[in-house]
């Protein structure tokens, strides 16, 4: 069987994940499951994804650009879904990349937004085509 089963990120401040994940993780239809000190597990679709600090950072920002992940892309339901998304993020602590070319900055039949938090974590959200 094929898919993930997580993925986990570590965060260097938990509380300022907190706020900005929590948001779009529930905003995009995650339910949180579990908490601990210092970390959290959101669920969706038979899968997880866990917010976590480590005694083992190296630095304290995320750089997309660097070996790893760039980013994590995510189901956004319809179009006005993501569109009411894009508009209130900033308010959230996540700022909009590529306003210029939004929706299509993927591409003409690609309709997604692109976002990046205060520790530099990218999130793409793709509306169902339509």
């Given at each position: 069987m094929a898919g993930f089963h997580h993925i986990e990120l570590w965060v260097a401040d938990f509380d300022e994940a907190r706020a900005e994940w929590g948001w779009l993780l529930s905003r995009l239809g995650f339910v949180l499951d579990t908490e601990w000190p210092g970390g959290q597990s959101w669920s969706a679709g038979g899968a997880y994804l866990t917010?976590?600090?480590?005694?083992?950072?190296?630095?304290?920002?995320?750089?997309?650009?660097?070996?790893?992940?760039?980013?994590?892309?995510?189901?956004?339901?319809?179009?006005?879904?993501?569109?009411a998304l894009m508009?209130?993020?900033?308010?959230?602590?996540?700022?909009?990349?590529?306003?210029?070319?939004?929706?299509?900055?993927?591409?003409?039949?690609?309709?997604?937004?692109?976002?990046?938090?205060?520790?530099?974590?990218?999130?793409?959200m793709v509306a169902d085509a339509s």
């Open positions: 917010l976590t600090t480590s005694p083992n950072l190296t630095a304290t920002v995320h750089d997309r650009r660097r070996p790893g992940v760039n980013h994590l892309a995510f189901k956004a339901g319809a179009p006005a879904e993501l569109d508009t209130d993020a900033p308010a959230h602590g996540w700022s909009p990349l590529y306003q210029e070319r939004y929706p299509h900055a993927g591409g003409e039949a690609h309709y997604a937004g692109w976002l990046e938090n205060s520790a530099g974590f990218k999130a793409e």
